[in-house]
């Protein structure tokens, strides 16, 4: 054999060599660091409202991060930095707005390197990861930490990664243990949930304050007389009043004050009454009872397809003595706009929509005074008649 032949052998050797390896794909390619100057790179941070072992702000993450992309020359955009603040990896149904950018731009094969504080801060769910793996197959990503890299086309790196997701998993999971140890204890003592504070009360749920105690009462009071939660919620923001969290009071704000059971010291856990909690009440049980009966009675779902989803009382029985029109509550298929909640019938009994600017002054006095009389008897009416809705089977004589 001549040298030429020798030649043209280790030759075609060589390029056999090449497209195997090309043909091989990434996990049988050597990479470089210098072969990373100008690839494009995204930066991740979050930060748990958990006590995990490292609470580094995102601020402080981001700023690592940089200097680990200028250190191995990879170019971050501005686009290309995805945070998640306060935002849980370990709950299942917890979004992640940030970590599903990132997924996104990564599955469009716009990233080449991911940079992050550590891989705990990306993913503590095995799930989380087997994803991204899913999307390195295909567009061979470099995950670099503040002082590990890990190739995810590697399988050595993957496996050392799925064992550092599964520790982060499991430690997670020792915290939400020992958080519901805690929950269950507090439950069995009495002692109220902690978290958001609840209007009337300080942070920890058991010390009254009397400004904000002295509202709910009213707001119970003015409720069971009649008064609805859109013109409670419009009186406490003309008087400047503001809610728990310092916000303005809305309609819903009421109703959670009206269905609240910490101000009649009911215990709940998990959605279930458990029993009397240790810390005093603002409104007694037999007041917060009664409300609780006659929100249900105005805000009751109808199952059947197509009712309203609402009733109104003496729906097209009464008639109003200013305008002498049935009331009535507005069909399904309609757009008519009530009038607290009611509305009337024109003279062919079909819905319309009343036109409150073509009432005269008198006319909207007469009809205003007319619902606001009705109001105020119709608990009375129902009694009568039909007996006190939290003892159903108790009825008055009639008289």
């Known amino acids: 054999m001549t040298a030429d032949s020798n030649a ?61 992309a200028e250190r191995l020359g990879l170019t971050v955009a501005e686009d290309q930095v995805f945070v998640d603040n306060n935002r849980s990896a370990w709950q299942r149904k917890r979004k992640r707005p940030g970590w599903d950018a990132l997924l996104a731009q990564a599955n469009e094969g716009r990233i080449r390197h991911v940079l992050t504080y550590h891989p705990d801060r990306l993913m503590r769910q095995p799930r989380d990861l087997e994803e991204l793996l899913q999307i390195a197959d295909d567009h061979d990503i470099t995950l670099h930490g503040q002082a590990n890299r890990r190739d995810l086309a ?46 009337g009360y300080d942070k920890t749920g058991t010390q009254i304050i009397p400004k904000e105690a002295a509202i709910v009462k009213e707001i119970f009071t003015r409720y069971l007389e009649g008064v609805g939660p859109n013109q409670l919620a419009k009186e406490l923001y003309d008087r400047g009043e503001k809610s728990a969290q310092g916000g303005n009071w809305t309609a819903s704000r009421v109703r959670d004050v009206l269905d609240n059971r910490h101000v009649t010291g009911i215990r709940v856990f998990r959605g279930e009454e458990i029993g ?94 007319g619902l606001t009389w009705l109001t105020l008897r119709l608990r009375d009416l129902f009694r ?16």
């Open 8 to 68: 043209q052998q280790e030759n075609a050797r060589s390029q056999r060599a090449i497209r195997a390896t090309a043909a091989a794909g990434s996990q049988r390619t050597t990479k470089h660091r210098s072969d990373w100057k100008g690839q494009t790179a995204a930066i991740y941070c979050r930060i748990s409202h958990a006590s995990d072992e490292d609470q580094t702000g995102v601020d402080r993450q981001e700023r690592i991060c940089r200097d680990v």
């Open 276 to 369: 009397d909690g240790e810390w005093p009440a603002i409104i007694d049980r037999g007041m917060w009872l009664e409300a609780k009966e006659i929100r249900k009675y105005r805000a009751a779902k109808v199952a059947v397809k197509g009712e309203p989803s609402r009733f109104f009382l003496l729906r097209g029985v009464v008639t109003c003595t200013g305008c002498g029109k049935t009331m009535g509550g507005p069909a399904p298929s309609t757009s008519a706009i009530s009038l607290r909640g009611w509305m009337f019938r024109d003279v062919t009994g079909l819905f319309r929509r009343p036109s409150w600017r073509s009432l005269s002054l008198r006319q909207r006095s007469i009809c205003w005074s």
């Open 154 to 199: 590697d399988p050595d790196d993957r496996f050392f990664l799925r064992i550092e997701v599964a520790h982060a998993c499991r430690s997670s999971d020792d915290t939400s243990r020992r958080l519901l140890d805690a929950m269950v204890d507090r439950a069995k003592d009495g002692k109220p949930h902690t978290g958001r504070r609840r209007y």
């Open 384 to 399: 009568r008649r039909i007996g006190n809705p939290l003892n159903p089977t108790a009825r008055s004589s009639p008289s």
